[in-house]
């Protein structure tokens, strides 16, 4: 290739860049509660997404809002949260003249849609959120056909928060656990359940003492994006998968 036709594709490839920069920037600034709320805007079709609590944190509701975050939802054009974080309030009196949107938080995929779908019809995205929907459902499918192989034996006993999510993965949920410690008795209860599974939360571990009871699976999943790395709906589902499948074996 020649110099000249080397030098004009670098300049069109500058000019794209460029425009792909300003339609970032251009499109509405959408502030997020925590990294679930910003990853279910972003399944929406949201892509200029500021995230008020940090990602790393293990419990992200718990957060205590700075000043710099107040300034982050004042200019915010939508903001996207769930009510029940701890700076919520504070955080909704601050964001102006921005349409605020409380979604619901739950890892069920009928859920995540159907919210993400509230946040496209805000911002006009439903042709990207379209395109999202039918390749999570791909997944998803793919994710319970996974784990029915890996769990022939789908007896559970899951952390409160969890169980529709065990529900949904097909595994039968014969005792609930959490928040917090088991009492003696209730341990003791759900030892005699002899579960091949148990399943905790990650966010708020409450069935260590259980796993060390019994011969069973044990896996901690994750609802807010930030472990490991995790950013997207899809990156929580994989991450959820991949404890699972490792527990089996």
Known sequence: MKKSAIALTGIVLSLWAGVFQLEAQDSPRVVASTSWTAAIARAGGARNIITIAPPELKHPPEYDIKPSDLENARSADLLVYSG????????????????????????????????????????????????????????????????????????AVVHRFLATQAEWLGFEVVGTFGPGESS??????????????????????????????????????????????????????????????????
């Open 84 to 155: 029940y974080e701890k700076f919520a309030q504070r955080l909704g009196e601050t964001v102006g003249n921005a349409r605020i949107l409380e979604v619901y938080t739950d890892n069920l995929p009928s859920v995540l849609k159907q919210e993400a779908k509230k946040v496209a019809v805000v911002l006009g995205t439903e042709t990207e959120y379209a395109a999202w929907e039918a390749s999570f459902d791909r997944m998803t499918a793919e994710m319970k056909d996974r784990l029915s192989a890996a769990y022939p034996d789908k007896r």
């Open 184 to 249: 003696p008795q209730a341990l003791l209860n759900l030892v005699r359940l002899k579960p091949a599974v148990i399943i905790d939360n990650w966010h708020n571990v409450s069935g260590k003492a259980l796993a060390e009871s019994l011969p069973a699976s044990y896996v901690e999943l994750i609802n807010f994006p930030g472990k490991d790395g995790t950013r997207t709906i899809e990156d929580v589902f994989a991450y959820n998968q991949r404890q699972f499948l490792e527990a089996a074996r």
